[in-house]
């Protein structure tokens, strides 16, 4: 049974580009929810997406957007990236958005933007 | 809002000693608890969590937490550490009636040496 996978593992963008990470859930799962740690940091909240619909978003502008799809995997975008973008992005699926259900957490990607 | 706290930063232990590490949580309503792990070079994984009954709950590899309402307290303990549980753990936290939004706190490293 294969856990949650995340692409690509790391990625080195500059400032101003636009980026996109690729997330898919755990098998049976039909909700997604994105994080971004930083260096010595606990996760932050940035949204979650179940029904191909975002149900709830952290305190994080509108240049994070995501998308998910039928299948249920998701997409984390981020356009004009900053310095302080610079994190691991953490995936984590779970079965509805029920706050009793589990949340698995996939490896992450590793962005640097310099 | 709501925010955790993790007072121990760094805890660095020789094997056979106890642990225990601090989390407390800011929120008024009711929540649920989780302790997560992260071995090195691993994903975060759930060590245990509370949601309602006996305050004392059991995890695995033998840590336990306690859950102190009147402290907003949900410290981890283990009786006795091994060089194998050296990692870093997350205490999170959720609302009842925000779904599977987790707050997490800032992370203590553990560090038992051999």
């Known amino acids: 049974d294969a856990g949650v996978t995340q692409s690509p593992t790391h990625l080195i963008k500059t400032r101003g580009q636009q980026v996109t990470l690729r997330c898919s859930p755990k098998?049976?799962?039909?909700?997604v929810s994105w994080y971004q740690q930083a260096l010595g940091q606990g996760p932050q909240f940035i949204f979650q997406?179940?029904?191909?619909?975002?149900?709830q978003r952290g305190n994080f502008p509108d240049r994070f957007s995501g998308h998910q799809f039928p299948n249920y995997s998701s997409e984390l975008n981020v356009n004009a990236l900053l310095l302080g973008d610079s994190a691991l992005y953490l995936c984590?699926?779970?079965?509805?958005?029920?706050?009793?259900?589990?949340?698995?957490f996939g490896p992450g990607t590793r962005l640097t933007v310099l | 809002a709501q925010s955790v706290s993790q007072h121990n930063h760094h805890v660095i232990l020789s094997e056979a000693a106890s642990l225990e590490l601090g989390c407390n949580y800011s929120?008024?309503?009711?929540?649920?608890l989780f302790w997560y792990v992260q071995y090195p070079g691993q994903h975060l994984q759930l060590l245990l969590k509370?949601?309602?009954?006996?305050?004392l709950v059991k995890g695995i590899k033998g840590f336990e937490a306690e859950f102190i309402k009147s402290k907003f307290s949900f410290n981890l303990r283990k009786p006795s550490v091994q060089w194998s549980d050296t990692a870093e753990y997350f205490c999170?936290?959720?609302?009842?009636?925000?779904?599977?939004?987790?707050?997490f706190g800032q992370g203590t490293e553990l560090s038992v040496k051999p």
């Open positions: 984590a699926s779970s079965l509805s958005v029920s706050s009793y259900n589990e949340q698995f």
């Open positions: 509370y949601f309602s009954g006996d305050p």
């Open positions: 999170a936290v959720n609302a009842n009636n925000q779904g599977g939004k987790l707050i």
């Open positions: 929120y008024g309503g009711t929540v649920n």
């Open positions: 997406y179940y029904e191909e619909e975002e149900r």
């Open positions: 098998s049976g799962h039909d909700t």
